[in-house]
């Protein structure tokens, strides 16, 4: 049967219309060879223009179809399932972008009709040679790996485990808990953040479907969507789980100090025991203590002991070492979550060099009541402080540091000058560039701390010094902005001041991405599959992530990209089999010399060399069609599918010719 | 009339093809002179495509993929180097600029860059002038022709030009 | 009745011949089937000889070299309209084979270096061949020395091609038992040879490619077990048809090229660019470099054979 391509060009409205002449490019591709019908409509994607091509399809009038619209990243899932509908293979099918990459980017109408034409006759010269694609099923792992024990992957984890699906949770850090653990109080309700989290985080260590691997990492992942292969190490903590009860003698008895014991208040800051052998605050999950080699004395030279021996159920094992897991899993959920932004390297304001300029981190572990100081806020001398400065967008839409606004910084900044209001009724200031208040309850919450005799500046500040001008600021912090309002150059002495650190990607998020193949944006958070549409899913189907591993986001917000990154996973579980790839990469053995230059090309190692024929031979299942080995093959024996040679050559023939 | 270059873009659907997609939606404006193939991957895009590109009219070729260590498939993007690093050695026997043939990293989040490197190797471009393989090869062959063959009857095949 | 054939050369070296005699006592069979009208290299004949023959009359004529000269394309118009089957034997009949070289300059070039430049040429006179001269009264013509050198099919319809530079004869004697027996595959296919590259063939032990250098000939002695390739030489074999029973790899050269790109590769040359780059070690942009920087003259070793059938012919004027 001959081709006979239906072209369809879309106005998209004015979006496409507005810049490229519809009518010449719809008389120039009913000249071309084996189209046999071109269509105009407003919407190809609408009902109507969807029914239109559908209807054609089904009338046997065309066998071929082209699209000229939107990128294909928009909508080739939309028209292939036309073409299915008609009844006709997706593969028989091609988009031309005439509007992201035509219409929406050039100026002049005449050459950009003259580019959408190219763009028309690429496409059907390249569907005239396609070939149809039998699509591919693969059944389900209905486990789920869910990478990070913070809010993000406790909530994702917990949801699954719910619906009753199996979970690994695995967390680098002996607890699950994450940042949230260490907070005091959570904006802007002032919820006690461990009333709130800690029962979740019982309910994981205790679930039956939640298998928590913590102190441990992932290490390597393959396979693919469905049947992913994991392998994860278990770091050792020197002590036993299984026999531990968590009494909490050794780290009672331990004399090694992970946390310095000296020093002032501030370089004392910490949640949890400071010893060697410790847990890291004291509602962990698991409540199983590490011992921190590093600092332990037996680990230095062999002298100590003290924990094995206080230890009833001879649970220490010093011994111990690293365990690799391996396992299998259907779906994964990234949770990583965010570090903060070291303001060490912003040497005007001070950090690390005056005493009293504290980050918002270390502020949070202050007023945490499990904390060092007992959720007391106290100078480094341990003396109360009468006046406290808070400095927004550190490291936060900052050109030099990150462009980006790390969304929770504002809020947790009045939150401080309500606890500190509170505790201690101290004079505060916030410094701020806008106060973005954006969340349920945000707002009103600003409103309430305008009402608790905070100082609003309105100012990036330019500099913290401890040298004084006046006489007032002797002994003093003094912080130096411009106040826009006023339009003045204000010093103001202060005894503490707390950056408000933004977040930004956690250092390993890079690797973890990398062993997901997922991509990394140029603000080192994780891209979403789309901005708007696809928050939760990524660029690799069975990937899917939730919390501050895409972009900064408050507890709320987590949450519920948590919970939607569940049902992802469970509606993808609850299909039990899901279509993979089918334009992948094949090897023709007729061709195939068996060189073995395609073996070391493949990332997914689908690539295998058959010894008993001489040829090497691709696992379709692994294959994820990028076609490297093809473009590597010197003999053209691998082709790869929906991207051959011969298409693309006629790809280039059509986008030259018009 | 100035020369209008025409360009062949070949970009990976992943980061490049994408960030080409946000030019759009950013609706930021650049030189139409470019028109894109979309490969899966960088890693797929075979010096014999940049060659028939060449051959069919292009003044210019774009490659993009994503940047190194950020490839959707891990390590096409390198394979996409190093073809394109020994390509360049070879572009200027054929009295093609090495200029003409350009890799690119362009990430999915990189629209606006996308429509610099176009606007920039489009200038660069038309610095250069036309290619012209075709009419070269033409030209070339103008004379490549027996003196005594008006004389003669045509045979079966003509001069393919 | 006996079968009426003729072999010409037009732009090669006379290997081609050679190796048609180099079937040693099966001439005599190939005799016994078909009489040669025409065989310049062999036997005295005319041009108009074949002039005055009926159009189609030869059932086969084997062609070798490639079209450098007017005379090459004369005679190559000529014979194929004289032939019902017309093959390409050999390399430059082929995909142009050594003469394409030429390609990578322009005939002006080329005459300047030969008549004046070169370190041997004395020729204070400056004298350049000419296409018309007067000797003595007389006027002589030569035929057009071309600006670009090129295959047989980028001149006349071909039917068979038979790669090789030279052929093997054994494979000569396969292809010439084919048109005997009435065995001859789909026009425009090539015939004595594999359907697979030189790997199938090579004896040499195969791994996983991965090229951290890449050496000469002449600065090592290959491991005689292993893949040239893979000890950092460039070996064509890869990106070039089987048949020949790789007898440069058995005789530890690397293969050149010379049996042409398997079917659907477009270009050779190219594709061993792209394969060879595909299994180089380094990723760093310089460190790359420094392993291409092993590779003297990569364009010419890579087109060797086959510049006149790459995609792009010839340096751009």
Redesign the interface.
Known sequence: MSERIGVYVCHCGTNIAGRVDIDEVVEFAKGLDAVTLVREYKFMCSDPGQSLIQKDIEDGLINRVVVASCSPLMHEKTFRNVCTRGGLNEYLFTMANIREQCSWVHVDVERTTDKAKGLIEAAVRRTRLQEPLTKREVPINPRTLVIGGGIAGIQAALDLAEAGKKVVLVEKEPSIGGHMAKFDKTFPTLDCSACILTPKMVSVGQHENIELMSWSEVEDIGGYVGNFNVTVRKKTRYVDADLCNGCGACWEKCPGTRVPRKGNVHEKLSIGPTTSIYIPFMQAVPAIPVIDADTCIRFKNGKCGICAEVCERNAINYDMEDELIEFEVGSIIIATGFQTFDPTPIKRYGYGKLDNVLTAIEFEIMNCASGSTGGNIRMADGSEPKSIGIVHCVGSRDKHYHEYCSRVCCMYALKYSHLIKEKIDAEVYEFYIDLRCFGKGYEEFYDRLLGEDVRFVRGKVAEITEVPIEEAEKGKLVVEVEDTLVGKVRRIPLDMVVLCTGLEAHESLADIAGLCSVSIGKDGFIIEKHPKLGPVATTTDGVFIAGACQSPKDIPDTVAQASAASSAVLSMITREKIEIESATASVDEDKCSGCKICNSLCPYLAIKYDEEKGVSVVNEALCKGCGTCAAGCPSNAISAKHFEDRQIFAEIEGILSA | MTF?P?I?GFLC???S??G??L???A??????NI???????S???????I????????DGVLIAG?H???C?????N??A???H???K??LH????EPERVRLEWV????GERF?KIVDEFTDQIRELGP?G?KD??A???K???????AD?EE???A??A | MKLKGGIYWGAGCGGCDVAVLDIHEKILDVAEKMDFLFWPIAMDFKNDDVRAMEDGEFDLVLYSGAVRNSENEEIAKLLRRKSKTMVALGTCAHIGGLPSLANYHTKQSILERVYSETESTVNPEGTMPLERSTVDGNELELPRFYNTVKTLDQVVDVDYYIPGCPPVPQQIVNALTAVFNGELPPKGSVIGAGTKTLCDECPREREEKEISEIKRPLNMIPDPEKCLLEQGLICLGPVTREGCGARCINSGAPCRGCYGPLEGVHDQGIRMISALASVIEPKEEKEIDAVLDGIVDPLRTFHRFSTAASILRRKKI
């Open positions: 209008e025409k062949v659907n992943w980061c093809y994408t080409a997609d030019a759009g939606t609706r930021i404006k650049y030189a139409p028109r894109s193939i979309r490969v899966m991957c890693g797929r895009i075979e010096p014999t495509f060659m028939k590109a060449l051959y069919e009219g292009a994503c190194p260590g950020d959707h498939y891990q390590e096409g390198y394979k180097l190093r073809r690093r020994l390509l050695r070879i026997e054929y009295g093609v990430a999915a989040s990189e429509a290619l393989i070269s090869l030209e070339a062959m004379d490549d022709i027996d003196p005594h063959e003669k045979s079966g095949v001069n393919e």
